[in-house]
């Protein structure tokens, strides 16, 4: 099993930058896929980014392909969030999740670990 808690949202004007933070515990964090999801008010849960278990692979969400980036540091374990120029619409609470298998990741159903959220606004 792993715990995760994330850290690093706030309140920030459109176009400014956020890094998220997620640490794990348990055993063996390189033995998971990490993924970051978000979820809006009155909306369902969405995938945003994933990276693989040794950060040689990235995937995105069109919505954030090229603002966001995805890392991950087995040493410290902790994945985090890059996020730059953002816009209102990121608005959301953040969610990291582990998972064993790449299968289907971006549903978060799939996903059997997850952390508390860490809320992100955007102001215009």
């Known amino acids: 099993q792993v715990q995760l808690v994330e850290s690093g949202g706030g309140l920030v004007q459109a176009g400014e930058s956020l890094r998220l933070s997620c640490a794990a515990s348990?055993?063996?964090?390189?033995?998971?896929?990490m993924g970051w999801f978000r979820q809006a008010p009155g909306k369902e849960r969405e995938f945003v980014a994933i990276?693989?278990?040794?950060?040689?692979?990235?995937y995105y969400a069109d919505s954030v392909k090229g603002r966001f980036t995805i890392s991950r540091d087995n040493a410290k374990n902790t994945v985090y969030l890059q996020m730059n120029s953002l816009k209102p619409e990121d608005t959301a609470v953040y969610y990291c999740?582990?998972?064993?298998?790449?299968?289907?990741?971006?549903?978060?159903?799939?996903?059997?670990?997850w952390g508390q959220g860490t809320q992100v606004t955007v102001s215009s």
């Open positions: 999740a582990a998972r064993r298998f790449m299968t289907n990741y971006v549903a978060p159903n799939e996903y059997p670990y």
């Open positions: 990276i693989t278990w040794n950060g040689d692979s990235t």
């Open positions: 348990g055993r063996a964090f390189s033995a998971y896929i």
